[in-house]
């Protein structure tokens, strides 16, 4: 029997369960999205310990995860809370960071390319690295500043440029590839300008990688991501709102404009601090929403499907450059160019034969 829209709006989705609490507290939960989640950290957290347990050293799983528990031996201790717990925890907080970037930026622009990588956030980061490495032989600390100050400046005039009594879709991606386009101009007159030490050092930076990373790189990101997460998910209903469009989402209530400025923000501090502390790590942005997505079967965002989304895939890819290459390894940003490079030819010809580009 045909049943009226307002009949099916009041039926649950398939999939989601209200559950209420004391005082009339409900709150919707989308079992399939809470289990993808659940899987996504279990195979972050497993291929984090066999991780920690690759190298000239090897450590067996269940040694590490010893070690961790306060139970290892001296020489282990130092080897896993030492060398590679530090590299591990920034390879989580990176990918977790440019999930949710690229979630937020993708939600805002409403455009499965609306990602960092597409929108020179990248690029921009990648140039002011690059200002502190050629013009000023800086430091790491220096080249962490310079890589975050170029991210923010570039987000400041993406924002600035696409703004037209708002920013919307195509526009802030169009914007986006016009800026890249000239940070990428930059990055190259800049390396043609450096000695041969600066420019095989940019050149290592600039590819995204996780060597050589400890504790100084991993407590600012976790500091910075402790922040960011809670604030973006307070604003999680009224960025799913605007997928409906700028008029319903007033007459709803929602302030559109404030919302969409405070994600951007958020999203462009997250995608510049995860610059700054590994490179520009390719393509995890853009793939890993629409993985999560695909994964959950959802509408909206899915902001902690993306966060978590990431995090597994930069642990694992970083896994995979240090286990599939013999001795020859891989900075983990070649690796998730590669597999980022093929899912973008893909997700390209799947938009255009659905007449969306």
Same mark, same amino acid.
């Given at each position: 029997?045909?049943?009226?829209? +307002?009949?099916?709006? $009041?039926?649950?989705?398939?999939? $989601?369960?209200?559950?209420?609490?004391?005082?009339?507290?409900?709150?919707?939960?989308?079992?399939?999205?809470?289990?993808?989640?659940? @899987?996504?950290?279990?195979?972050?957290?497993?291929?984090?310990?066999?991780?920690?347990?690759?190298?000239?050293?090897?450590?067996?799983?269940?040694?590490?995860? $010893?070690?961790?528990?306060?139970?290892?031996?001296?020489?282990?201790?130092?080897?896993?809370?030492?060398?590679?717990?530090?590299?591990?925890?920034?390879?989580?907080?990176?990918?977790?960071?440019?999930?949710?970037?690229?979630?937020?930026?993708?939600?805002?622009? $409403?455009?499965?390319?609306?990602?960092?990588?597409?929108?020179?956030?990248?690029?921009?980061?990648?140039?002011?690295?690059?200002? =502190?490495?050629?013009?000023?032989?800086?430091?790491?600390?220096?080249?962490?500043?310079?890589?975050?100050?170029?991210?923010?400046?570039?987000?400041?005039?993406?924002?600035? @440029?696409?703004?037209?009594?708002?920013?919307?879709?195509?526009?802030?991606?169009?914007?986006?590839?016009?800026?890249?386009?000239?940070?990428?101009?930059?990055?190259?007159?800049?390396?043609?300008?450096?000695?041969?030490?600066?420019?095989?050092?940019?050149?290592?930076? =600039?590819?995204?990688?996780?060597?050589?990373?400890?504790?100084?790189?991993?407590?600012?990101?976790?500091?910075?991501?402790?922040?960011?997460?809670?604030?973006?998910?307070?604003? /999680? &209903?009224?960025? &799913?709102?605007?997928?409906?469009?700028?008029?319903?989402?007033?007459?709803?209530?929602?302030?559109?404009? +404030?919302?969409?400025?405070?994600? =951007?923000?958020?999203?462009?501090?997250?995608?510049?601090? /995860?610059?700054?502390?590994?490179?520009?790590?390719?393509?995890?942005?853009?793939?890993?929403?629409?993985?999560?997505?695909?994964?959950?079967?959802?509408?909206?965002?899915?902001?902690?499907?993306?966060?978590?989304?990431?995090?597994?895939?930069?642990?694992?890819?970083?896994?995979?450059?240090?286990?599939?290459?013999?001795?020859?390894?891989?900075?983990?940003?070649?690796?998730?160019?590669?597999?980022?490079? /093929?899912?973008?030819?893909?997700? @390209?010809?799947?938009?255009? +034969? /659905?007449?969306?580009?």
């Amino acid at each position: 029997m045909h049943k009226t829209g +307002r009949e099916a709006a $009041r039926r649950p989705s398939r999939g $989601r369960r209200a559950l209420r609490g004391p005082g009339g507290l409900s709150v919707r939960l989308d079992v399939r999205a809470l289990v993808v989640v659940v @899987l996504l950290v279990a195979a972050a957290l497993a291929a984090s310990v066999v991780l920690i347990g690759t190298g000239d050293f090897p450590i067996s799983s269940g040694d590490v995860v $010893r070690t961790l528990l306060g139970d290892g031996d001296a020489g282990q201790e130092f080897v896993v809370n030492e060398l590679r717990l530090p590299r591990v925890l920034v390879g989580l907080l990176v990918g977790a960071s440019l999930g949710l970037g690229g979630a937020l930026f993708q939600a805002v622009s $409403r455009n499965p390319l609306g990602s960092p990588d597409v929108l020179g956030l990248g690029q921009g980061a990648t140039a002011g690295a690059l200002v =502190m490495i050629v013009l000023f032989s800086g430091s790491a600390t220096q080249v962490t500043v310079g890589a975050l100050v170029g991210g923010l400046v570039t987000g400041a005039l993406i924002y600035l @440029l696409a703004w037209r009594q708002g920013v919307h879709g195509y526009r802030l991606v169009l914007v986006g590839i016009g800026v890249s386009a000239v940070a990428t101009a930059v990055n190259g007159y800049l390396l043609t300008k450096a000695d041969f030490v600066d420019a095989a050092r940019a050149v290592v930076w =600039m590819t995204g990688t996780l060597d050589g990373r400890d504790w100084k790189q991993v407590w600012p990101l976790l500091t910075l991501v402790c922040v960011l997460v809670p604030l973006v998910l307070a604003h /999680a &209903r009224g960025l &799913r709102m605007t997928e409906m469009g700028d008029d319903v989402s007033h007459a709803l209530g929602v302030r559109v404009e +404030r919302v969409r400025l405070v994600v =951007m923000v958020a999203a462009v501090l997250l995608t510049a601090a /995860a610059t700054a502390a590994a490179g520009p790590v390719g393509f995890v942005a853009l793939t890993a929403p629409q993985l999560a997505r695909r994964l959950t079967r959802s509408p909206g965002p899915n902001l902690v499907p993306s966060l978590c989304m990431g995090a597994a895939l930069l642990v694992t890819a970083d896994l995979a450059s240090q286990r599939l290459f013999g001795d020859g390894q891989l900075p983990v940003g070649v690796v998730t160019g590669v597999l980022g490079g /093929a899912y973008l030819l893909w997700l @390209l010809v799947t938009e255009r +034969r /659905a007449g969306r580009i």
